[in-house]
């Protein structure tokens, strides 16, 4: 082959493979990008899967594909699924599943305790009656190796409880020790219904190392407890709820979440990524909303700057109807109405690049 050409054809090769691993790179920054930005909703409470009739699941997919983000936190609630014991009824959920496209991918959390498993009385029990952990872990654990093994094929992570170290979300108050064992089981129960699963740590409050400020009953150091009490065996996914205020910004939600970060080094467990499943604050005005659009936004950012962090989900996608959730009900990037917030238009940005 004459030199000229054979230099030629050297310099169109290399442009080609530069092109290659070039357009390699963007496909697995965009897939990155697609789901490491995941969003939180209920669709049972929020949409009314359980009435179809109403439509609101059509609403729910539209908004969910609107966002441009790949990963979707849900509630797969015991209560919803076996409202009585061994009457099991997947169908509301099932629904919400179908509703989900099936390039997004589902993080399921396992959560809300039947009456009859806790020994509670809906509407006569302090606080939320579906908070109280159940009497004996084998039913907890059936549940978990029903609801892995019916939803194997579409749910690959699975999250063990929400927020177990604040008083809202385990009752009669938060318990480290007795979180482990529900986690243990769960933990064995959902590898055994499906040994390719991912098990991720209920999403702690705040990082798991201060107690929530909001909440009456103060549980400092909490991840640390959980380490202690031997559960790091037991889930593959670190995760915490960093909340934090938009004049505080991402630079506070950096300092929570490498503290905990550091917590996990030391105990040996730095090598387990961590997730985000909950962030965002409310906004009831103009001026809420704009300072919403950028905390989301600046949070992203930082998240996305550290590599231990692996997910980070939104709080929510859609506001809640007035007085269900409080000022937590206003977090969406829709309201309830379905009028976009300027969030989504930073939420968007973020998944898409654009």
Not at 57 to 75: C, D, E, N, V, Y
Not at 207 to 219: A, E, F, Y
Request: proline share 7%; net charge positive; glycine share 8%.
């Amino acid at each position: 082959m004459p030199q000229p050409v054979a230099f030629l054809l050297t310099a169109v090769l290399v442009v080609l493979a530069h092109r290659t691993v070039y357009a390699q790179g963007e496909t697995q920054a965009s897939k990155r990008r697609n789901t490491f930005y995941g969003i939180n909703e209920d669709p049972v409470w929020n949409f009314k899967a359980g009435n179809p009739e109403a439509g609101e699941l059509p609403r729910f997919r539209k908004m969910l594909k609107q966002t441009g983000s790949g990963a979707i936190r849900i509630p797969l609630r015991w209560r919803v699924m076996e409202r009585k014991k061994g009457a099991w009824d997947f169908s509301v959920v099932d629904r919400t599943v179908k509703a989900i496209p099936a390039d997004v991918e589902i993080l399921g959390t396992l959560m809300s305790v039947p009456a009859w498993a806790n020994g509670t009385v809906p509407g006569k029990t302090e606080g939320w009656f579906d908070g109280y952990a159940p009497k004996d872990v084998r039913d907890w654990a059936n549940y978990v190796s029903m609801t892995v093994s019916h939803y194997h094929r579409h749910i690959k992570h699975w999250e063990i409880w929400n927020e177990q170290n604040g008083v809202d979300f385990y009752r009669p108050r938060p318990d480290a020790k007795a979180y482990t064992e529900l986690l243990k089981s769960a933990y064995i129960a959902a590898k055994k219904a499906d040994p390719e699963c991912i098990v991720v740590l209920g999403g702690l409050q705040m990082n798991g190392i201060i107690p929530n400020p909001w909440s009456p009953v103060k549980t400092p150091d909490y991840l640390e407890d959980l380490y202690k009490a031997g559960a790091r065996p037991y889930f593959d996914v670190c995760n915490i709820h960093p909340y934090v205020l938009p004049n505080e910004g991402a630079g506070h939600m950096m300092k929570l979440t490498r503290d905990t970060l550091a917590l996990m080094a030391r105990y040996e467990d730095g090598s387990k990524p961590l997730w985000i499943t909950e962030i965002g604050c409310g906004a009831t005005s103009t001026e809420a909303e704009a300072d919403q659009a950028r905390l989301l936004r600046d949070v992203f950012r930082a998240a996305s700057s550290e590599p231990r962090i692996e997910r980070v989900f939104w709080f929510l996608l859609r506001d809640t109807q007035k007085n269900i959730l409080g000022p937590e009900g206003s977090m969406g990037l829709f309201s309830y109405q379905g009028r976009v917030k300027p969030a989504l238009g930073a939420f968007v940005q973020a998944t898409t690049g654009k």
